[in-house]
């Protein structure tokens, strides 16, 4: 199977392993991985500032370098749901939504694609830890990918889990709302770190890249013991 | 303009609403009661998804034929001998009111809770006709006991203050001596609000759902205050936002259903009253005369608007009790008596950009709102309207953020430009970075590593490890 990697401009300039683990662990379960070098940003930052005409030619670009994929895949919740958004973006006009149309319909998130499409719960990891995960809201409240995570990790060898409280309250990332409203952002980062050393979990594991940054940025700071690293990484970990 | 509710700037209100940290505590302690208590409501009828598009096609359908049934509103209130008045602005609207309250020669008006009567700012208006105005509605009473303290949530008004300060507030203004037992304040409430019931010439509610096909109007309480607002004045007078209304009592039913479980996780509230036109013959209460002020102030422009959604609208308040950044900085950080997601929406529409350009941007577009409205009103969706309306129609973006972001645009949109421009990222960072880490930015940056660190940039984009491992064969 044949599947075109969305790496995201996150993975690409600031983590790397998270990329080197998606292309990995795919390959593991027998696909075969490529990398478009035209791809950029999903354009997601200037969009949700509200530059949505400005953001367009952004989108068409990574609409034109993915249509012809077979599957789609991103280790990003958040991105992946910004292709699945195009075609609403695109609603009228008579060349970019059906295109957008035809994207979203194969773009899938990492762990979404590996349950749902490759059909495998249980992909062979092993992973000697306490974790806990935090369900980031694109993917779950506007992507609709709850389960296949879980599923994921219930079966990864050695590992334990232990559930995150508030565990559906945003972690205060939002893009650029993280520094614009800074104020209120650090307030829920405040709060989300406080649940996560609640847990007594050695690693925090999450599906986006962006909310790791965030909350691990705000763990680092506050020097807590707790490692952060994306679902891929863990997967990867034999 | 009235929905207004301080003059300070955003960020100050924000950082008030931050360092009050007993008002957090109450927050945080009330989403997550009425969250489970909504959430165990809502799966008890095991169709909840069928119920919010059933509620979602009925707002939906007033909406596109509200002149039909605000005409016949009128006409079936009128037929019972109830008087109608649309008032187009806020100003309209206090001036009849005045007017009917100053032709009774009333000197004390009796209220049931009403977030229309506060966006139009009825109280100060009836205070300025020489009429005393008594809150009704416990919350409310508390706050106008305490110099008019505003809202900070459109259900639970005083969800800001605790019982201690309560008992402070009821010591000092009331004489009240007593503990700070709930009971014990209740009652005093009571019995202070029992005296003001028997003497008011009139009273003034608002309105949950008007039935067209009846010309009746329904009040949703669990203090029954609205029903002595409504039985014991000679005079009554409705105030209705102009969307407010449902064809038959069938809508109702559904609507009203939604809104207590969204609202307070219960299946119906204490009390669910319906009221229509004023006394008749062998009528043991009521008033003798019933007005019913419908109040546009601003709706019809949002009507047949990117909008329009947001008049679904059924004042649940579900939005507010699972919205992440209310949590932290409470009602009054909103600066408007509408706060959460909700007000965030309909503020700007209702009283401007101007005095409120900094909501829309007050929200991670997580999406808890729209999740939880019971009437599916796309909110996370219509905040980012806002934002777009305000940088593209209305130009009142920062100037160094349309700078950042044409030059993102022009990056992202090129393969070429990205490329480039990403590969020096590393070395431009360098000055800032120590290890793999970040903990004092330039620029933007410096708002996030403030609090928290940030990532340094890989050494090896993660395209260039791709490219390498392709032409080294290496797997």
């Given at each position: 199977m044949k599947v075109t990697l969305f790496a995201t401009c996150i993975v690409d300039l600031f983590q790397g392993n998270v990329g080197k683990a998606t292309v990995e662990l795919l390959e593991r379960l027998g696909c075969e991985v490529e990398f478009p070098e035209s791809q950029v940003c999903c354009g997601q930052p200037s969009y949700n500032s509200g530059y949505v005409n400005k953001t367009k030619d952004a989108m068409k670009k990574m609409i034109d370098t993915f249509i012809d994929a077979e599957y789609v895949v991103s280790p990003s919740g958040s991105c992946a749901y910004m292709f699945h958004e195009y075609q609403h973006i695109f609603k009228g006009d008579p060349i970019w939504e059906p295109k957008a149309k035809k994207l979203a319909e194969k773009t899938y998130e990492l762990t979404q694609f590996i349950v749902d499409v490759l059909k495998i719960e249980d992909v062979g990891a092993r992973f000697d830890a306490t974790v806990t995960y935090h369900t980031s809201c694109h993917m779950t409240r506007l992507l609709g990918v709850k389960e296949a995570p879980m599923k994921l990790l219930k079966n990864v060898q050695g590992l334990k889990f232990t559930e995150l409280p508030g565990k559906e309250q945003c972690c205060g990332f939002g893009g650029t709302f993280a520094v614009k409203m800074a104020q209120i952002?650090?307030?829920?980062?405040?709060?989300?770190?406080?649940?996560?050393?609640?847990?007594?979990?050695?690693?925090?594991i999450g599906a986006d890249a962006a909310c790791l940054m965030n909350i691990g940025g705000r763990i680092e700071r506050h020097g807590k013991p707790i490692k952060v690293m994306h679902i891929a990484e863990v997967l990867n970990s034999r | 303009m009235t929905m207004k509710i301080s003059e300070d700037k955003f960020k100050e209100r924000v950082q008030k609403g931050i360092d009050n940290s007993f008002m957090r505590g109450a927050v945080a302690g009330a989403q997550e009661r009425m969250g489970t208590r909504r959430q165990d409501a809502t799966d008890e009828l095991g169709n909840w998804e069928e119920w919010r598009a059933l509620g979602e096609e009925i707002r939906q359908h007033v909406l596109e034929n509200l002149d039909f049934y605000l005409e016949q509103l009128s006409e079936n209130v009128a037929s019972r001998g109830g008087h109608v008045f649309f008032a187009q602005t806020a100003e309209q609207a206090n001036e009849y009111i005045q007017?009917?309250?100053?032709?009774?020669?009333?000197?004390?008006?009796?209220?049931?809770?009403?977030?229309?009567?506060?966006?139009?700012?009825?109280?100060?208006?009836?205070?300025?006709?020489?009429?005393?105005?008594?809150?009704?509605?416990?919350?409310?009473?508390?706050?106008?006991?305490?110099?008019?303290?505003?809202?900070s949530h459109i259900v639970v008004p005083a969800l800001h203050k605790n019982k201690?300060?309560?008992?402070?507030?009821?010591?000092?203004?009331?004489?009240?001596?007593?503990?700070?037992?709930?009971?014990?304040?209740?009652?005093?409430?009571?019995?202070?609000?029992?005296?003001?019931?028997?003497?008011?010439d009139v009273g003034i509610t608002g309105c949950n759902f008007a039935v067209a096909e009846t010309g009746s109007f329904s009040l949703v309480t669990n203090e029954g205050n609205a029903d002595l607002v409504t039985a014991l004045p000679k005079t009554q007078i409705t105030v209705m936002g102009m969307e407010r209304l449902v064809p038959t009592f069938e809508e109702m039913e559904v609507l009203v259903s939604l809104l207590t479980r969204s609202s307070v996780g219960q299946k119906l509230t204490s009390?669910?009253?319906?009221?229509?036109?004023?006394?008749?013959?062998?009528?043991?209460?009521?008033?003798?005369?019933?007005?019913?002020?419908?109040?546009?102030?601003?709706?019809?422009?949002?009507?047949g608007g990117e909008f329009q959604s947001v008049l679904q609208c059924i004042r649940c308040a579900a939005c507010i009790n699972v919205c992440p950044v209310y949590r932290q900085v409470g009602g009054h950080s909103?600066?408007?008596?509408?706060?959460?997601?909700?007000?965030?929406?309909?503020?700007?529409?209702?009283?401007?950009?101007?005095?409120?350009?900094?909501?829309?941007?007050?929200?991670?577009?997580?999406?808890?709102?729209?999740?939880v409205c019971p009437v599916k009103i796309p909110l996370h969706q219509l905040l980012h309207k806002h934002r777009q309306v305000i940088v593209e129609e209305e130009g009142k973006a920062p100037f160094a953020e349309k700078i950042a972001m044409a030059a993102f645009g022009m990056g992202a949109s090129s393969p070429a430009l990205y490329k480039l421009g990403t590969k020096f990222v590393p070395s431009a960072m360098s000055p800032f970075t120590e290890g793999d880490t970040i903990t004092k930015g330039p620029g933007p940056l410096k708002l996030w590593t403030d609090s928290r660190n940030f990532p340094a940039p890989n050494k090896e984009r993660f395209r260039d490890w791709f490219k390498n491992r392709e032409k080294g064969g290496a797997k």
């Amino acid at each position: 199977m044949k599947v075109t990697l969305f790496a995201t401009c996150i993975v690409d300039l600031f983590q790397g392993n998270v990329g080197k683990a998606t292309v990995e662990l795919l390959e593991r379960l027998g696909c075969e991985v490529e990398f478009p070098e035209s791809q950029v940003c999903c354009g997601q930052p200037s969009y949700n500032s509200g530059y949505v005409n400005k953001t367009k030619d952004a989108m068409k670009k990574m609409i034109d370098t993915f249509i012809d994929a077979e599957y789609v895949v991103s280790p990003s919740g958040s991105c992946a749901y910004m292709f699945h958004e195009y075609q609403h973006i695109f609603k009228g006009d008579p060349i970019w939504e059906p295109k957008a149309k035809k994207l979203a319909e194969k773009t899938y998130e990492l762990t979404q694609f590996i349950v749902d499409v490759l059909k495998i719960e249980d992909v062979g990891a092993r992973f000697d830890a306490t974790v806990t995960y935090h369900t980031s809201c694109h993917m779950t409240r506007l992507l609709g990918v709850k389960e296949a995570p879980m599923k994921l990790l219930k079966n990864v060898q050695g590992l334990k889990f232990t559930e995150l409280p508030g565990k559906e309250q945003c972690c205060g990332f939002g893009g650029t709302f993280a520094v614009k409203m800074a104020q209120i952002s650090e307030q829920m980062v405040d709060e989300k770190v406080m649940h996560v050393a609640e847990t007594g979990a050695e690693y925090l594991i999450g599906a986006d890249a962006a909310c790791l940054m965030n909350i691990g940025g705000r763990i680092e700071r506050h020097g807590k013991p707790i490692k952060v690293m994306h679902i891929a990484e863990v997967l990867n970990s034999r | 303009m009235t929905m207004k509710i301080s003059e300070d700037k955003f960020k100050e209100r924000v950082q008030k609403g931050i360092d009050n940290s007993f008002m957090r505590g109450a927050v945080a302690g009330a989403q997550e009661r009425m969250g489970t208590r909504r959430q165990d409501a809502t799966d008890e009828l095991g169709n909840w998804e069928e119920w919010r598009a059933l509620g979602e096609e009925i707002r939906q359908h007033v909406l596109e034929n509200l002149d039909f049934y605000l005409e016949q509103l009128s006409e079936n209130v009128a037929s019972r001998g109830g008087h109608v008045f649309f008032a187009q602005t806020a100003e309209q609207a206090n001036e009849y009111i005045q007017a009917v309250v100053k032709q009774k020669n009333a000197k004390k008006v009796v209220k049931s809770k009403s977030m229309v009567t506060e966006e139009i700012s009825l109280n100060s208006a009836l205070q300025n006709a020489g009429c005393e105005v008594i809150e009704t509605d416990l919350g409310e009473y508390i706050l106008q006991v305490d110099d008019h303290d505003p809202p900070s949530h459109i259900v639970v008004p005083a969800l800001h203050k605790n019982k201690e300060q309560i008992r402070n507030v009821f010591a000092e203004k009331l004489g009240y001596q007593k503990t700070s037992k709930p009971e014990e304040l209740a009652l005093h409430a009571r019995q202070k609000l029992r005296e003001e019931f028997l003497s008011a010439d009139v009273g003034i509610t608002g309105c949950n759902f008007a039935v067209a096909e009846t010309g009746s109007f329904s009040l949703v309480t669990n203090e029954g205050n609205a029903d002595l607002v409504t039985a014991l004045p000679k005079t009554q007078i409705t105030v209705m936002g102009m969307e407010r209304l449902v064809p038959t009592f069938e809508e109702m039913e559904v609507l009203v259903s939604l809104l207590t479980r969204s609202s307070v996780g219960q299946k119906l509230t204490s009390y669910i009253t319906v009221l229509t036109g004023p006394r008749e013959e062998l009528e043991s209460d009521g008033p003798e005369e019933f007005h019913l002020v419908i109040v546009d102030n601003g709706r019809s422009s949002i009507l047949g608007g990117e909008f329009q959604s947001v008049l679904q609208c059924i004042r649940c308040a579900a939005c507010i009790n699972v919205c992440p950044v209310y949590r932290q900085v409470g009602g009054h950080s909103y600066g408007s008596i509408y706060s959460g997601p909700i007000g965030a929406v309909l503020s700007p529409l209702l009283g401007g950009y101007d005095e409120f350009k900094e909501l829309p941007y007050a929200t991670t577009l997580c999406g808890a709102c729209t999740e939880v409205c019971p009437v599916k009103i796309p909110l996370h969706q219509l905040l980012h309207k806002h934002r777009q309306v305000i940088v593209e129609e209305e130009g009142k973006a920062p100037f160094a953020e349309k700078i950042a972001m044409a030059a993102f645009g022009m990056g992202a949109s090129s393969p070429a430009l990205y490329k480039l421009g990403t590969k020096f990222v590393p070395s431009a960072m360098s000055p800032f970075t120590e290890g793999d880490t970040i903990t004092k930015g330039p620029g933007p940056l410096k708002l996030w590593t403030d609090s928290r660190n940030f990532p340094a940039p890989n050494k090896e984009r993660f395209r260039d490890w791709f490219k390498n491992r392709e032409k080294g064969g290496a797997k």
